[in-house]
């Protein structure tokens, strides 16, 4: 028997970012327990692709594809994911970018792409997705932090910012929206191996400097992320509020 806590059995799930990496592996933890899934990104075909992929593993699926970050695609987007998966009771945000570069020599265009996509794009959907959990008096709002948010890393200033900029913004969702029995949390990951980081695993200097450096002595593997997901999903965190969990294999807890 599914635990109660855990169980997200009749709840939809909208998850930004979810056709690959992290935003996947929570896609499927969660549609593994119950929830039906709305699979998010901009490239149509990706998203399709995905939606047929965990529907083929019996996950109740749907695919809308839209811009987190345009303000017009995302009301649009919301309404059609509503139409054809039901009321939103799950948001998790996490579409991201990165920009590269030392600060100095960091364009603006990349700076505002970076916080557009990282921060302006969470605020957009909630906003959006909060006003009919609101009326239900029920809703959980997952951002996807970082370990670069609370510190920095060179070359990595517009991420930091953005991230440490998207915490802030989970306090200030939790203040507002708890009163209406809204759960607003993030979940800070550590380095995970994906896609997104084979550079960095590949890069024998980087490798050996992050598991000298991580507790843990390893990258995160994606799997890892769902349970985290899960909870602050789940009725097991319902008054956890306004808070980070960094998964992060103790690497912010180490000197």
Excluded: C
């Excluded at 989970?170 to 029995?181: H, R």
């Excluded at 890069?203 to 899960?230: H, K, M, S, Y």
């Amino acid at each position: 028997m599914t635990d109660p806590l855990f169980d997200l059995t009749g709840r939809t799930a909208l998850i930004t970012g979810s056709t690959r990496g992290l935003g996947l592996a929570m896609a499927s933890g969660l549609g593994s327990r119950g929830a039906r899934i709305v699979i998010n990104a901009r490239n149509p075909e990706a998203v399709a692709a995905v939606t047929k992929s965990l529907r083929d593993n019996e996950i109740d699926a749907v695919g809308v594809a839209f811009d987190v970050a345009d303000e017009k695609a995302v009301a649009v987007g919301v309404q059609e994911a509503t139409e054809l998966a039901g009321p939103i009771d799950i948001l998790i945000n996490n579409a991201g970018i990165q920009r590269r570069g030392p600060l100095h020599e960091l364009s603006l265009d990349d700076f505002r792409a970076v916080m557009e996509t990282n921060v302006t794009s969470a605020f957009l959907l909630s906003k959006v997705v909060a006003a009919g959990m609101i009326t239900r008096r029920r809703g959980k709002i997952i951002n996807i932090g970082s370990v670069l948010g609370p510190v920095g890393r060179r070359t990595t200033g517009a991420y930091v910012t953005s991230k440490g900029a998207l915490s802030a913004l989970t306090k200030a969702m939790s203040v507002d929206w708890a009163q209406y029995n809204i759960q607003a949390n993030a979940i800070g990951p550590g380095y995970f191996s994906t896609e997104l980081t084979e550079s960095l695993q590949s890069d024998v200097t980087f490798d050996t400097w992050l598991r000298n450096r991580v507790p843990a002595g390893r990258w995160g593997q994606v799997e890892e992320l769902i349970g985290a997901a899960v909870f602050l999903s789940g009725e097991a965190s319902s008054f956890v509020n306004g808070q980070v969990l960094y998964v992060d294999g103790g690497m912010l807890a180490s000197l």
